[in-house]
C-alpha cells in the first residue's frame, strides 16, 4: 500500500491529501512549565507534523518608557526552561518558534496570537503552584471562555 492509500473499515482503498496540521501552542505566564503539559505539547506537535510555538506571557504594569525599554525576552530562569524545551524539541524533528508577550494584559495577547497564527491546540502550561491559585484560575476561565482552538489544561489540583 502508498503512504498516500488508506484501508477504511469496509476494505476498500483511497487516498487521502496531505493536510497541513496547524500549530501548537504551548504557554506560559513567566513562570516554569509543568512537566506534562511540557509532554503534551511536544507529543502532540511531533505526532502531527505541527509547529510547535513556545511562548510565555508575561504581565507588566503601565510603566515609564525606560522602565519597558529595559524588559528582556523573558526572566533569566524562565528563559533557560524555554530553550531547554525547544532543544528537545528540535532534537525530535519539531520546528519550533519562541515568542514573549510582554504586555499588561497577556493572556488576551497570547489568545490574538493563538488566532493570528491558526493555532490548533493551545496547551496552557504554567505550573500551578508557582503562578499562584488564583492567577492560574483566572488564566484557565479566560482561555476557556474566548479560545477559538482546542484547550489543554492540567486537571492535577493545587
Known amino acids: 500500500m502508498s503512504s498516500g492509500a488508506v484501508v477504511t473499515d469496509r476494505g476498500t482503498t483511497g487516498t487521502v491529501t496531505a493536510s497541513v496540521a496547524r500549530p501548537v501552542m504551548l504557554l506560559t505566564c513567566n513562570v516554569a512549565f509543568d512537566p506534562v503539559a511540557v509532554r503534551v505539547a511536544v507529543d502532540a506537535a511531533g505526532e502531527s507534523g505541527a509547529e510547535l510555538y513556545i511562548c510565555d506571557a508575561i504581565p507588566i504594569g503601565y510603566f515609564t518608557y525606560v522602565d519597558q525599554m529595559a524588559r528582556r525576552f523573558a526572566e533569566h530562569d524562565n528563559r533557560r526552561e524555554l530553550d531547554a524545551v525547544a532543544t528537545d524539541a528540535r532534537g525530535r524533528g519539531i520546528r519550533t518558534t519562541q515568542l514573549a508577550f510582554h504586555n499588561p494584559k497577556p493572556i488576551a495577547t497570547a489568545l490574538t496570537v493563538c488566532s493570528d497564527e491558526r493555532i490548533g491546540l493551545l496547551v496552557f502550561g504554567a505550573d500551578r503552584r508557582r ?28
Open 131 to 158: 503562578l499562584g491559585r488564583w492567577t492560574h484560575r483566572r488564566a484557565v476561565r479566560r482561555l476557556r471562555r474566548d479560545a477559538r482552538c482546542l484547550l489543554w489544561v492540567s486537571d492535577e489540583p493545587c
